[in-house]
């Protein structure tokens, strides 16, 4: 009860407690706040200085109460701010004063921090007083900085990328489309950007191949993955890949589409299981002729004539199977060992035709090698038994397409190649010749010009060459019309020609 | 024009095969016709030609008199030559009432086929022109021939089948080199039923 009366009738001694209990409070704050909390009179002395401006700046209040407040502020506001404050006193035009602003500051290790600076003037009898809070910022400057960088590099990644990249944002409009998926799909950034994920659907189902018609994105799940076919703006095949962005929460920030070019893995597996289904039919044909006519030799009694004839075909078909094997293995080998094997030297070229041209015997066929060869020609740097490999392979299928006869020539040429001089061993025959389509495809593995015609071989000579003179870095030159034979060119680097 | 075409009922009759085998022949390309405004076909009598003169060639070849129709046609559709010779051996070693028939493609095989109405197929699927696949596909797409065994003896694997589109479901599968045994336990089961 009496307390209630003195609250209701203040005395003297009743203010001096509210004071004292003011003075308590503020004191409890002063100390506890984590803002620092600095003081200064009019002239800058120091005459405030909290605990958490002791940790803030490194000084104890000892070291920092009656001396410039500048002291704890780097260059160039170390020796502006004198003027600064009696800028203001004078003129009333506040920079910081009731306003709050970022500022750097300096601790008393000379290390300099970015604060948040706010100061409230007080006017007390006359004199006037200025409180600066002050809060070290520095680590979220450093967090925003970090931000900074990170988003600078994310856009050189997505600026370099092969890979196309569109992000989305939780309305599923285009915020961002990188510059390899403009590339890819041949869109213009100024359309895309702010159009709907459906109206993006609709740009990519233009592309497409009929044939392969798109499934919209919108109704993909988060993760899942398909290929697009696309016809424009060049055919390719590329994987897409959807991924939600999720904030805090699992709140929804939208959607990133990833879009992969594929088109020559494709290819690559296209070709890899050609070749395996190839390879696997032109092996095991021959082999089921061989086992077939053995067998039946097993079990049937057959007079001498189909005997003989039994083994003629099972020696042919072995024979076949052997030279596919050899030359299987031999392209494997060179591929494999990527010209490991190969002895490459500076030679010249005509002791090496002369040679093949020596070795060259086709059983039942009497014609000779018609030689136009230079009187002199420039050297290559060859591995002699390799290209005398090519040669011979070359030579063999001159024979073997040109059935009904007609000279064979080997010449010699020079010509100025894309990556410079070069040196030419043509081989011409008259035979039955081949379409352009045909050439353009007698590299591939297999390849036969011609399958029905009873011309025998695996389709591998000519891959053999190819690969041959790939290690050489030469090329390989077809100029054949149907009908009219065929003039094959093995092109080399050349070199100057010896003083 | 018209003289250069005739009715399915026409080529039927010149050809000696029954309907159904001249409407396959025509959907799988063998004979080459068009469709009148009114829906019905009209072959091209010079295709129909082509056959009969096919068959003139093939039989002066001796392959087979005719007379009394044997109880078991098997046709063989193999673009190799060393394996048809093969096939025609083996097949002989087994010593069974039946008639071979050999064709080197699908579309000479359709010919066959139309022609002997055979039990059993045994086809390769790589072969020039028409290859395996489609002529098994024409086939399965007749009703003439549902009951006809298709054993398809080939040098591709499982997956290579798949990829090129696959076949019916009751076609039966061997992998090259040709499994004689299975084949002769196939058709002394067909015989014997």
């Keep these: 009860m009496t307390s209630s009366a003195k609250a209701e009738k203040p005395s003297r001694g009743n203010a001096e407690m509210?004071?004292?209990?003011?003075?308590?409070?503020?004191?409890?704050?002063?100390?506890?706040?984590?803002?620092g909390i600095i003081t200064i009179d009019e002239s800058g002395r120091i005459d405030a200085f909290n605990p958490a401006a002791e940790r803030i700046f490194g000084y104890t209040p000892d070291?920092?109460?009656?001396?410039?407040?500048?002291?704890?502020?780097?260059?160039?506001?170390?020796s502006a701010h004198d003027g600064y404050l009696a800028n203001y006193?004078?003129?009333?035009?506040?920079?910081?004063?009731?306003?709050?602003?970022?500022?750097?500051?300096?601790?008393?290790?000379?290390?300099?921090f970015q604060m948040d600076l706010a100061v409230a003037e007080e006017n007390i009898a006359g004199r006037r007083r200025f409180n600066g809070i002050v809060r070290d910022i520095s680590a979220q400057h450093q967090a925003r900085e970090r931000l900074q960088r990170f988003s600078s590099e994310m856009q050189a990644i997505f600026t370099l990328s092969p890979d196309g990249f569109v992000a989305l944002d939780e309305r599923e409009r285009v915020t961002y489309a990188n510059p390899a998926f403009l590339a890819l799909t041949g869109m213009a950034i100024g359309t895309l950007?702010?159009?709907?994920?459906?109206?993006?659907?609709?740009?990519?189902a233009t592309l497409c191949e009929p044939e392969h018609e798109l499934a919209p994105s919108v109704a993909m799940p988060d993760g899942a993955s398909d290929v697009l076919h696309l016809a424009r703006p060049r055919p390719a095949v590329l994987k897409r890949s959807v991924r939600r962005i999720q904030g805090e929460g699992g709140r929804n920030l939208g959607r990133v589409l990833y879009f992969r070019d594929i088109t020559s893995e494709m290819e690559l597996h296209r070709m890899k299981s050609e070749f395996l289904a190839t390879a696997a039919h032109e092996l095991r044909t021959p082999l089921a002729s061989i086992i077939g006519f053995a067998e039946?030799?097993?079990?049937?009694?057959?007079?001498?004539?189909?005997?003989?004839?039994?083994?003629?075909t099972i020696h042919r078909q072995s024979s076949n199977l052997a030279g596919l094997v050899n030359e299987l293995l031999d392209l494997a080998r060179i591929e494999a060992r990527a010209g490991k094997d190969f002895n490459i030297r500076v030679q010249a070229l005509l002791p090496i035709i002369d040679a093949t041209v020596r070795h060259l015997m086709v059983p039942g066929d009497p014609r000779k090698v018609t030689l136009k060869?230079?009187?002199?020609?420039?050297?290559a740097a060859v591995d002699a038994d390799k290209l005398e490999q090519a040669l011979l392979n070359v030579l063999a299928n001159a024979?073997?397409?040109?059935?009904?006869?007609?000279?064979?020539?080997?010449?010699?040429?020079?010509?100025?190649?894309?990556?410079?001089?070069?040196?030419?061993?043509?081989?011409?025959?008259?035979?039955?010749?081949?379409?352009?389509?045909?050439?353009?495809?007698?590299?591939?593995?297999?390849?036969?010009?011609?399958?029905?015609?009873?011309?025998?071989?695996?389709g591998l000579g000519l891959s053999l060459v190819k690969e041959i003179l790939d290690i050489h870095r030469g090329e390989l030159q077809i100029e054949t019309r149907p009908g009219e034979g065929a003039t094959v060119t093995l092109w080399l680097p050349a070199l100057p020609m010896p003083e | 024009m018209e003289s250069d075409l005739c009715t399915t009922r026409e080529a039927a009759q010149r050809l000696g095969v029954s309907l159904r085998t001249v409407q396959l022949w025509v959907e799988s390309g063998v004979l080459r016709a068009w469709k009148t405004a009114g829906g019905h076909r009209r072959i091209l009598v010079t295709s129909v030609d082509e056959i009969l003169?096919?068959?003139?060639?093939?039989?002066?070849?001796?392959?087979?008199?005719?007379?009394?129709?044997?109880?078991?046609?098997?046709?063989?559709?193999?673009?190799?030559?060393?394996?048809?010779?093969?096939?025609?051996?083996?097949v002989a070693s087994w010593k069974l009432p039946l008639r071979l028939v050999t064709a080197t493609n699908g579309f000479e095989g359709l010919v066959r086929i139309g022609e002997t109405q055979p039990q059993m197929l045994i086809a390769d699927l790589n072969m020039p022109g028409m290859d395996g696949f489609r002529m098994i596909r024409s086939l399965r797409a007749s009703a003439d021939y549902k009951d006809m065994e298709i054993v398809v003896v080939t040098a591709l694997g499982k997956a290579e089948i798949a990829d090129r589109g696959g076949l019916p479901e009751d076609v039966k599968v061997m992998t090259k080199p040709v499994p004689f045994s299975e084949l002769e336990r196939l058709v002394r089961a067909r015989l014997a039923a």
């Design chain 1, 18 to 35: 509210l004071l004292a209990e003011s003075r308590t409070r503020y004191k409890a704050i002063f100390e506890t706040v984590v803002d």
């Design chain 1, 63 to 78: 070291e920092v109460i009656g001396r410039n407040v500048s002291m704890l502020m780097p260059e160039p506001d170390r």
């Design chain 1, 89 to 112: 006193l004078q003129t009333g035009r506040a920079g910081v004063i009731g306003i709050g602003r970022e500022v750097t500051g300096r601790r008393k290790d000379g290390s300099t």
């Design chain 1, 193 to 204: 950007q702010g159009a709907g994920e459906d109206d993006l659907d609709r740009r990519l």
């Design chain 1, 296 to 312: 039946l030799l097993m079990s049937q009694d057959y007079d001498a004539e189909t005997r003989r004839d039994l083994l003629e």
């Design chain 1, 373 to 379: 060869l230079a009187s002199s020609l420039p050297p």
């Design chain 1, 399 to 458: 024979y073997k397409y040109s059935p009904n006869g007609g000279a064979i020539e080997l010449a010699t040429l020079t010509r100025q190649g894309e990556g410079g001089p070069q040196v030419g061993i043509a081989v011409t025959d008259h035979g039955i010749g081949m379409t352009a389509d045909v050439a353009a495809r007698v590299g591939e593995r297999f390849y036969r010009a011609d399958h029905a015609g009873g011309i025998p071989g695996a």
């Design chain 2, 53 to 90: 003169e096919q068959r003139r060639v093939a039989l002066s070849g001796a392959e087979e008199p005719t007379a009394a129709a044997p109880p078991f046609t098997l046709v063989v559709v193999e673009d190799e030559p060393d394996l048809l010779k093969l096939y025609r051996l083996q």
